[in-house]
């Protein structure tokens, strides 16, 4: 397990494209929750971030709640962009990454099958542009992990979120 004592983070507003987000909003990792606790070994929160460990051949969601910039100067923003920092092994891929406001999905970004270590740099592995869409309740984003059954000598299965974002514009 790799630790992240001194993580440099890339600024997610300079790596979007090349128009200037209206205002970017971030959570650090440790405000990620299982959606099945029990299906969860052991759980570590630190300073860099939470790391899971997975039951043998397991799914489980992550969930990841945004706070969002409902109203600015009298006008709703519009959400163009999730991203989340993660490092996982090869043995825990993330499967589908669904974007919710409130009770309503946004965007489902399914059979994705990303693993590695995409922790510190934004990448087309952890950055998901959405047409640009009003959220009028809170974001919520929901990241499900394969945690598959073992082979005698394989990486252990587990995942670590870092950070996890939106960028908005009018």
Same mark, same amino acid.
Request: net charge positive; aromatic share 12%; hydrophobic share 40%.
């Given at each position: 397990?790799?630790?992240?004592? /001194?993580?440099?983070?890339?600024?997610?507003?300079?790596?979007?494209?090349?128009?200037?987000?209206?205002?970017?909003?971030?959570?650090?990792?440790?405000?990620?929750?299982?959606?099945?606790?029990?299906?969860?070994?052991?759980?570590?929160?630190? +300073? =860099?971030?939470?790391?899971? =460990? +997975?039951?043998?051949?397991?799914?489980? =969601?992550?969930?990841?709640?945004?706070?969002?910039?409902?109203?600015?100067?009298? +006008?709703?923003?519009?959400?163009?962009?999730?991203?989340?920092?993660? /490092?996982?092994?090869?043995?825990?891929?993330?499967?589908?990454?669904?974007?919710?406001? +409130?009770?309503?999905?946004?965007?489902?970004?399914?059979?994705? /099958?990303?693993?590695?270590? /995409?922790?510190?740099?934004?990448?087309?592995?952890?950055?998901?542009?959405?047409?640009?869409?009003?959220?009028?309740?809170?974001?919520?984003?929901?990241?499900?992990?394969?945690?598959?059954?073992?082979?005698?000598?394989?990486?252990?299965? =587990?995942?670590?979120?870092?950070?996890?974002?939106?960028?908005?514009?009018?």
């Amino acid at each position: 397990m790799l630790k992240y004592s /001194h993580m440099k983070l890339s600024n997610p507003a300079s790596t979007a494209n090349t128009m200037t987000p209206r205002a970017t909003v971030c959570v650090h990792g440790n405000i990620v929750q299982p959606e099945y606790p029990q299906l969860i070994d052991e759980t570590s929160r630190k +300073g =860099w971030g939470t790391t899971f =460990w +997975g039951k043998e051949d397991t799914v489980n =969601w992550f969930h990841i709640p945004l706070s969002v910039p409902n109203l600015i100067d009298g +006008g709703r923003m519009k959400l163009t962009k999730v991203f989340f920092y993660f /490092h996982n092994t090869s043995r825990s891929p993330i499967n589908a990454v669904h974007v919710y406001d +409130g009770p309503k999905l946004i965007k489902a970004y399914n059979n994705l /099958h990303l693993a590695g270590d /995409h922790a510190r740099v934004l990448d087309r592995s952890n950055s998901f542009s959405i047409d640009p869409v009003e959220v009028v309740f809170g974001l919520g984003l929901s990241v499900s992990v394969q945690f598959p059954a073992a082979p005698e000598v394989s990486p252990p299965r =587990w995942i670590l979120f870092t950070t996890a974002g939106a960028e908005f514009r009018t």
